[in-house]
């Protein structure tokens, strides 16, 4: 975009113009808002609460605007007047009117540029916290079809620069459309015949104008996508991942060749931006020294003088000068409102997000620390969207209170699925899970949250302290409820021995821990909630034997007295489970205990096989 404009058009010139002059929307928004349209009065709505500041806003604006308009008026008098006649009272008057004039004006800018920035921060923040709760209250599926980068540019970007409606776009229309008023009026006031001269000069000047900026942002725009493709390429071939799969496939030479190529197209671009630039840049300078000229020329014609004084001339032309640029701005007003209505558009579009998995109505009461914690599966099935084949189908398990169900099967067959749907992490198609008798789609989000706690493979570590991860399942836990969980996970003595102990920062994703040390520190974190139902999706399945006996150590101390579903990797360590459920393409094919299993020679039997071979040839 031309002149370094955000995505509404507020840069140079007070917004509605500047980057995007050239009278045409940007077709991405056309797209968005036909794709999703928004209504006037939901935008409107927003900024109600606020009508009072706003129409302060307008008042000073305005206000400044006709302050403003007086400035070529004292011109004139001290150059007809007050020099001419040697009268130095009124020069005095005069000159003290235009710095009031300029201090006036600076005061109300100022007043106005707060109350408006308070006003647009204010929409921002509210838009943003619910934008923010929103997405969270989305259920796990939106996330893995969605894009993270997207959530955040919606979030902060298209958020931020939403704030431009009243900071940039509103303010700017209604001080160019006051600017434009006053100044003709003056105009004409001052020379009714110079007026009609502008009114005659001024359409060529601006359709010229507006050409060489369309021309400009076109290339301007071509320059960007190759800009963006020669950064893709650098991080796709400079990374360590990048020249590791350049080096083993030897891809090196096309990767120079492509860049090369990239590189060349940009060189061109670059010249024609920078011309285009230039171009424009000379089209505004001949405009402005053109326009005054004409003007000078015909104040010095006898046809069209009409006996003219130098102070009105040198008036007329000041108030011209400032003509040009407001009245530039209005005309393009129309492609900031459809930039702006675009970032509205999108915003809307996550906060009309229906939310898959909320609480219900009327909730159940439950009493979470009084929950028993038996889990069972009543012919429950379910789909993936868009998928033509069933995760589950029709499954009956029952998990007495303070048991252990360990989920076995191949890759594929259902078990994390399964697993998810006491958690509520995705809701049965067909059939329900209860925990106690109670389906858990008719308990509370947060008193589920309470009453069933995850332990999953992948291990995610807040980049904080130690103390701060653990209080995230729950803030208000003391430092003794803190110690306990620990020591059951196994993990306090490790950091008792750190220089800073709970106060040690875990760093980025927890990358000073190995992944033992994490997944001990994720279990002491779930300990915390004390929840009844504990549900270890593959908690060990991407440890070392050393450290997964370390682990599994802790998950027995963590499993006992409650209901634990466990979702095993390695069979080894669901040999002492009450009972085992082997799942093939969603359906329980097979369940019992270690020896009934073995005992029947199915697909547990191959499986326990085929893994203690594995395990003697890794020995």
Request: hydrophobic share 45%; glycine share 10%.
């Amino acid at each position: 975009m031309d002149g370094g404009m955000d995505p509404v058009g507020r840069g140079g010139g007070g917004g509605g113009g500047g980057g995007r002059s050239g009278g045409r929307p940007d077709p991405a928004d056309r797209a968005q808002l036909e794709r999703s349209p928004v209504r006037w009065g939901r935008v409107a709505a927003l900024f109600r609460p606020y009508r009072w500041q706003l129409g302060v806003v307008v008042a000073l604006i305005v206000a400044s605007s006709t302050v403003a308009l007086a400035t070529p008026f004292l011109i004139r008098l001290v150059i007809d007047v007050a020099l001419p006649e040697q009268d130095v009272g009124l020069l005095a008057w005069a000159v003290a009117g235009m710095v009031a004039v300029a201090a006036v004006t600076a005061v109300l800018g100022v007043v106005q540029t707060w109350l408006s920035t308070t006003v647009g921060q204010r929409v921002m923040h509210g838009l943003r916290t619910a934008v923010f709760t929103h997405l969270q209250r989305q259920s796990l599926g939106f996330f893995t079809r969605t894009k993270g980068g997207e959530v955040q540019s919606r979030l902060m970007n298209d958020v931020g620069g939403m704030q431009s409606v009243v900071t940039s776009t509103a303010t700017s229309f209604a001080s160019n459309a006051t600017t434009v008023i006053g100044t003709v009026v003056a105009m004409a006031a001052l020379s009714w015949r110079l007026s009609l001269l502008s009114l005659v000069v001024l359409p060529p000047a601006i359709m010229l104008t507006r050409k060489v900026a369309r021309m400009r942002r076109t290339i301007t725009a071509q320059r960007q996508r190759h800009l963006a493709d020669l950064h893709s390429q650098v991080e796709e071939g400079l990374s360590v991942s990048g020249v590791l799969l350049g080096k083993t496939l030897g891809a090196g030479p096309a990767q120079s060749q492509r860049f090369t190529g990239t590189s060349q197209d940009l060189v061109g671009l670059e010249v024609r931006s920078q011309l285009a630039g230039r171009w424009r840049m000379a089209t505004m300078s001949i405009v402005f020294a053109g326009i005054p000229a004409l003007i000078y020329l015909a104040a010095g014609l006898p046809a069209t003088s009409g006996g003219m004084t130098i102070g009105t001339l040198v008036a007329f032309t000041a108030l011209q000068g400032n003509l040009f640029r407001p009245l530039m701005q209005l005309l393009d007003i129309g492609v900031s409102l459809t930039a702006s209505m675009a970032l509205f558009s999108r915003v809307f579009e996550y906060l009309d997000l229906p939310v898959d998995i909320d609480d219900p109505p009327h909730p159940a009461a439950v009493d979470p620390a009084a929950v028993r914690g038996e889990v069972r599966f009543d012919a429950v099935g379910f789909r993936y969207d868009g998928s033509s084949r069933p995760a589950l189908d029709g499954v009956d398990l029952t998990v007495p209170a303070g048991t252990t169900l360990a989920l076995v099967g191949e890759t594929g067959s259902g078990k994390s699925t399964l697993a998810s749907l006491v958690a509520r992490l995705n809701d049965p198609t067909t059939g329900r899970v209860t925990i106690d008798g109670i389906d858990v789609r008719d308990l509370a989000l947060a008193d589920l949250a309470r009453i069933v706690g995850v332990v999953s493979q992948e291990t995610y570590l807040l980049h904080g302290t130690i103390r701060a991860n653990l209080r995230h399942a729950k803030p208000d836990a003391t430092d003794a409820e803190m110690v306990d969980a620990a020591r059951r996970a196994q993990v306090h003595d490790l950091i008792a021995a750190l220089p800073a102990g709970y106060d040690t920062v875990v760093g980025a994703r927890g990358h000073r821990f190995s992944g033992g040390e994490k997944q001990r520190l994720a279990i002491a974190r779930t300990l915390l909630r004390d929840p009844r139902v504990l549900v270890l999706d593959e908690a060990t399945s991407a440890l070392d034997n050393e450290t997964e006996r370390a682990v599994q150590a802790a998950l027995d101390e963590a499993s006992r007295g409650r209901t634990t579903i466990t979702i095993a990797h390695r069979l080894s360590t669901v040999r002492d489970a009450d009972r085992i459920a082997v799942l093939r393409a969603g359906r329980v094919v097979e369940r019992g205990t270690h020896e009934e299993l073995i005992d029947l020679g199915g697909r547990y039997a191959r499986l326990a096989g085929a893994a203690e071979r594995d395990a003697v040839l890794a020995g």
